[in-house]
């Protein structure tokens, strides 16, 4: 794909600053990943609406930046993003934590079709896709921790993914301002597993929270 890049100096600044803040600070290299990213992202979001957010400096906030905010609560190197869509929070994530491995589990063909192509022109080899419905997924080996961001409310979240949580395994819905409802909704065995993280956006007023479940 030859197309220049989208994201100005001041944005890609923008972008490893927000890095450094999160106390995750990406490389040369990783950055330059993001870039690219990015530019897959936009080049097959015209067809395939696989974001809303098409603005560069709101896809460095509510994007990148975002999916970095959970990086001091990942516990482990195996990690599974569940509903990765355009590859958040994993693929951020992995580009600033090198010592991790992913898995990006998506069951729409098309989010999955993308998130494969952009880890093999990415050279992302820390990666794997997996095209298939995150209930009916059975991985050879388990993972230290599970990752959600906007995938469902969290009964069904834990619902869909209960046969994920082994003993030792770390699981971080990443939330907006107000789940209460759903929080109330969970049984009282689980809620107590369960410890609520504010996390915030540098460079955004975005009001951001993490459910962390410790199994």
């Given at each position: 794909?030859?197309?220049?890049?989208?994201?100005?100096?001041?944005?890609?600044?923008?972008?490893?600053?927000?890095?450094?803040?999160?106390?995750?600070?990406?490389?040369?290299?990783?950055?330059?990943?993001?870039?690219?990213?990015?530019?897959?992202?936009?080049?097959?979001?015209?067809?395939?609406?696989?974001?809303?957010?098409?603005?560069?400096?709101?896809?460095?906030?509510?994007h990148f930046l975002?999916?970095?905010?959970?990086?001091?609560?990942?516990?482990?190197?195996?990690?599974?993003?569940?509903?990765?869509?355009?590859?958040?929070?994993?693929?951020?994530?992995?580009?600033?934590?090198?010592?991790?491995?992913?898995?990006?589990?998506?069951?729409?063909?098309?989010?999955?079709?993308?998130?494969?192509?952009?880890?093999?022109?990415?050279?992302?080899?820390?990666?794997?896709?997996?095209?298939?419905?995150?209930?009916?997924?059975?991985?050879?080996?388990?993972?230290?921790?599970?990752?959600?961001?906007?995938?469902?409310?969290?009964?069904?979240?834990?619902?869909?993914?209960?046969?994920?949580?082994?003993?030792?395994?770390?699981?971080?819905?990443?939330?907006?301002?107000?789940?209460?409802?759903?929080?109330?909704?969970?049984?009282?065995?689980?809620?107590?597993?369960?410890?609520?993280?504010?996390?915030?956006?540098?460079?955004?007023?975005?009001?951001?929270?993490?459910?962390?479940f410790q199994n």
């Amino acid at each position: 794909m030859n197309e220049a890049p989208i994201l100005s100096e001041d944005l890609l600044l923008k972008l490893a600053d927000g890095a450094v803040a999160l106390n995750c600070p990406l490389s040369k290299p990783s950055l330059d990943k993001c870039l690219a990213h990015i530019n897959l992202l936009l080049h097959w979001n015209r067809v395939h609406n696989l974001t809303a957010v098409v603005a560069p400096e709101e896809i460095i906030t509510r994007h990148f930046l975002d999916s970095l905010t959970v990086a001091s609560l990942i516990q482990g190197t195996r990690l599974l993003d569940i509903g990765s869509g355009g590859g958040f929070p994993g693929i951020p994530l992995a580009l600033a934590l090198l010592e991790t491995r992913w898995t990006l589990i998506d069951s729409r063909g098309k989010r999955a079709r993308f998130l494969q192509e952009t880890v093999d022109l990415l050279g992302l080899e820390r990666i794997e896709v997996a095209h298939e419905r995150v209930e009916n997924y059975q991985p050879e080996e388990n993972f230290d921790t599970l990752v959600a961001r906007a995938v469902a409310p969290l009964p069904k979240l834990i619902f869909l993914t209960q046969h994920l949580w082994q003993k030792g395994v770390r699981v971080i819905a990443m939330k907006g301002s107000c789940f209460s409802t759903e929080w109330k909704q969970i049984s009282p065995s689980i809620r107590k597993r369960a410890e609520i993280v504010r996390l915030s956006v540098p460079g955004a007023e975005l009001k951001r929270q993490a459910v962390v479940f410790q199994n």
